[in-house]
């Protein structure tokens, strides 16, 4: 098991993702752009976690993510087709084998 230690610039930056969640919706477009790349790109799950956790900012995190974060995109079901393109594949290749 390893132990992580968040540094100081992460700290700051979470600091930073939950000021702007607090004013959520009323933030600027690059606000808005550096919080979605946040949640996507950089935040790990201890930082998720403790934002969600945050009750002063519940209801800003309530609805950036409905918003942005709870939704499927193309990009997921096309990832969804594949996948189960692939498992039908495998499968139909077992099958074969077996007659």
């Known amino acids: 098991m390893t132990i992580q230690t968040q540094s100081a610039t992460a700290l700051a930056r979470r600091a930073h993702v939950e000021a702007l969640l607090a004013a959520y919706p009323d933030v600027t477009p690059e606000e808005h752009g550096m919080l979605v790349h946040y949640f996507k790109r950089e935040a790990n799950a201890l930082d998720v976690g403790m934002i969600a956790s945050n009750d002063t900012i519940g209801r800003g995190y309530a609805r950036f993510r409905a918003d ?6 193309w ?3 096309a990832k969804g087709i594949a996948g189960t393109a692939v ?3 495998c499968v139909g290749l077992v099958m074969f084998r077996a007659f």
Do not use: E, M, N, P
């Open 68 to 73: 942005h974060l709870d939704r499927f995109t």
């Open 87 to 89: 498992f039908v594949l």
């Open 75 to 77: 990009a997921d079901l």
